[in-house]
């Protein structure tokens, strides 16, 4: 099922995080009119252009609910590794899909692991880049979706994370 996004909504992008749309418009490319979305990043002044008879495929959806937030934090707050990969290389290669996924879930569990990883030992410059993207991506979405200032959201994240 298609999701349809109006002028002024906010929709999620994977990778890029909550954006806003802006307007939606018309463009010919190469002979072919196509409707685009335009979002632009809550966090930047970057705008994406999203055709949007392909939204679903690249992974345009609505910020979590209410519900889908309590299964965020249930992801942060489980204790066990979800990824249980001893190749550095594997294992960074997967935390990119599941960040790429644009499932807020799959972040939360990205960021769960490193987490709990960190505590055995120090993250490498990569890991710490997918911590920090993780972190920045869930904690803009929650804050939007539970309308809070972003530094309780992440206050929030790092008392669930211990």
Not at 67 to 72: L, N
Not at 86 to 101: C, I, T, V
Not at 148 to 154: F, G, I, N
Request: charged residues 25%; proline residues 2%; hydrophobic residues 40%.
């Amino acid at each position: 099922m298609a999701i349809a996004f109006s002028v002024g909504d906010m929709a999620v992008y994977p990778v890029q995080g909550v954006t806003e749309i802006l307007r939606i418009e018309e463009l010919e490319i190469s002979g072919f009119t196509s409707r685009f979305y335009v979002l632009k990043c809550i966090d930047s002044e970057d705008t994406i252009r999203v055709p949007l008879t392909n939204a679903e495929q690249v992974g345009l959806r609505s910020v979590v609910d209410k519900q889908q937030i309590g299964e965020v934090l249930d992801r942060l707050r489980a204790t066990e590794t979800a990824i249980d990969e001893p190749n550095w290389n594997r294992r960074q290669r997967r935390y990119y899909e599941k960040l790429q996924s644009g499932d807020l879930r799959e972040v939360a569990q990205v960021l769960r692991d490193l987490h709990l990883m960190s505590r055995d030992k120090q993250l490498s410059y990569g890991e710490r880049r997918v911590h920090e993207t993780a972190t920045q991506l869930l904690v803009q979405e929650l804050a939007v979706a539970q309308q809070l200032p972003t530094d309780a959201v992440q206050t929030q994240i790092e008392q669930l994370l211990g």
